[in-house]
């Protein structure tokens, strides 16, 4: 979508989005961005905008666990780890055989990550003013 030589000031400004404080804040950030950028990169706007229901949720939550969900390189991680996992295997013979596979490969994982996220204590402690209940119900 964009090439190297403008890469980081279109993060730069992305970033902006993701980080305002309120939904309106980053929908004024969104039209800075698209008043700048669509000349070049009109896709990358429209995708931000076609999306922006899927955004809006994100932009509630408190900046302490913002700062946790948008770091995805262990979700990525995660991911690529499952999908080599079922990729070696090939063919299930039913749903259960392919959920103990995830599941192993889940709980291979655990055990080699060694700490949490700088951010992690801060935003759990928001996990449990805004989850309370679920976090008792999982045992945390």
């Known amino acids: 979508m964009c090439p190297g030589k403008d890469r980081k000031k279109v993060a730069a400004d992305l970033k902006a989005i993701y980080r305002a404080e309120t939904e309106s804040a980053a929908q004024d950030r969104l039209f800075e961005f698209q ?23 994100f932009l509630a939550s408190p900046q302490e666990i913002r700062k946790v969900i948008y770091t995805t390189n262990a979700i990525e991680s995660l991911n690529r780890s499952l999908r080599k996992a079922v990729k070696t295997r090939g063919h299930f013979p039913n749903d259960e055989t392919a959920t103990k596979l995830l599941y ?14 700088r951010e992690w204590a801060s935003a759990m402690n928001q996990f449990a003013i805004l989850f309370d209940d679920r976090l008792q119900a999982v045992g945390m």
């Open 104 to 117: 192993l490969a889940i709980r291979n994982l655990t055990a080699k990550w060694k700490m949490a996220p």
């Open 35 to 57: 008043a700048k950028w669509d000349g070049k990169y009109p896709t990358i706007g429209q995708s931000w905008r076609r999306n922006w229901e899927q955004v809006i949720p």
